[in-house]
């Protein structure tokens, strides 16, 4: 089957397309065609006038939407978020758990397993804790966190393939848990942590180039000690995840972050919980009880943000107008530099052989198609 998405804006890594058309050949990209050449003949033709076609974004740490958590441990809740993903342009998620017992993150991968493949594609799960700094849980649950254990993750990589653990550099066994899971084709990663630049740099040399929630619960910058935003700052080897609702970070960060490390090492998060997609009101992560309010997602006690209900449209939005960077450099931030980081080919760029995962958006960057490998999944 042959589909051609006519007369639309292409934006892609380097590629800046007016009135273009797009076409797709069974679950890849066939070619990119300019405005005025001859158009090829389709099975399907879906006109993109007004639109502008752009890779489907990929969301490596997300927890939940509509209500549900992948930590419920229910292929209902996983049916449920990778649908809801696609309205947001969403093709490609990491499902990312909460610091919890190895028997409830083994119950949540088992369901991920068992997920009907009707949404987003989900290639492998996200470890977020439990082997983070106690001191720095943020909306984690501190009863939960554990000293790094390899063996933990080799028996839940067992349920559902796992893409990357989050983890803190400074507890004991950091090291070697970095070296064996780059030897397990694993992405480290930084997260919850008070760690010094110094010990940053042993997990860097095991082969650590990851950091989670960029800032968020982690050593700030101080001029004795860079700390890890330092690090990650001044390591332009380092891929970080922002996570762009203006509030987890404030613009100005955000300018800085781009302006210093560019869109090839930034990758857009939502870091969502079960809020995200729904309206104000009480919900709950990883047991604790959370008020969402005109796009806050804080713990009731305390006030702790906790998590995001941001979505993946919103974030390339606000990124747009806070850094002003062309579309073609952006849109890097939302798709291809995280596809790099995880190491999954074929993912995040509209070019001849690529994935045919595709998201149309309107002028306010609202999502009006998904395409998840040529198939068209959601439409608004
Ligand atoms: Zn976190």
């Not at 009135?19 to 990119?32: M, T, W």
């Not at 990491?94 to 083994?106: A, H, Q, V």
């Not at 996570?243 to 404030?250: A, G, N, Q, V």
């Amino acid at each position: 089957m042959r589909t051609l998405i006519t007369d639309c804006r292409i934006v892609t890594p380097g590629i800046d397309l007016a009135n273009g058309s797009l076409l797709i050949e069974e679950d890849k990209i066939v070619s990119l065609i300019p405005a005025g050449s001859p158009l090829p003949a389709a099975d399907r033709t879906i006109s993109g006038s007004g639109l502008t076609a752009m890779p489907g974004f990929v969301d490596i740490h997300c927890h939940g939407r509509n209500n549900v958590d992948f930590c419920d441990g229910s292929v209902e809740a996983v049916n449920t978020i990778a649908r809801g993903k696609l309205e947001e342009g969403v093709t490609t998620l990491l499902p990312t758990t909460l610091t919890l017992p190895e028997e409830e993150l083994r119950a949540a991968l088992d369901a991920v397993a068992h997920y009907d493949g009707k949404g987003c594609k989900l290639p492998g799960v996200h470890l977020e804790g439990p082997f983070i700094n106690v001191k720095c849980c943020g909306a984690q649950n501190p009863a939960y966190v554990r000293r790094p254990d390899i063996e933990e993750v080799k028996r839940l990589n067992a349920v559902y393939p796992v893409k990357k653990v989050s983890f803190a550099p400074e507890t004991e066994g950091a090291a070697e848990l970095t070296a064996e899971l780059c030897r397990m084709g694993i992405v480290p990663s930084c997260v919850h942590t008070a760690a010094t630049f110094g010990q940053f740099k042993e997990c860097y040399l095991q082969g650590m180039r990851n950091l989670s929630h960029f800032c968020n619960q982690m050593t700030p910058l101080h001029h004795r000690d860079i700390g890890m935003v330092g690090a990650g700052l001044l390591k332009s080897d380092v891929y970080a995840e922002l996570i762009c609702d203006k509030l987890h970070i404030c613009p100005d960060m955000i300018a800085l972050a781009f302006q210093v490390k560019g869109a090839d090492h930034i990758e857009l998060i939502s870091d969502a919980m079960r809020a995200s997609g729904m309206p104000d009101g009480e919900y709950t992560l990883g047991g604790l009880p959370v008020i969402s309010r005109d796009g806050e997602a804080r713990l009731k006690e305390g006030g702790a943000l906790a998590g995001s209900v941001l979505q993946l449209n919103v974030a390339l939005k606000n990124v747009a107008e806070v850094t002003g960077l062309p579309l073609s450099e952006l849109v890097k931030s939302s798709s291809y530099t995280a596809a790099r980081a995880l190491g999954l080919p074929g993912i995040g760029k509209l070019e001849p052989g690529y994935q045919a995962d595709v998201v149309l958006l309107d002028a306010d960057f609202r999502v009006m198609k998904t395409f998840v490998d040529g198939e068209l999944r959601f439409e608004r």
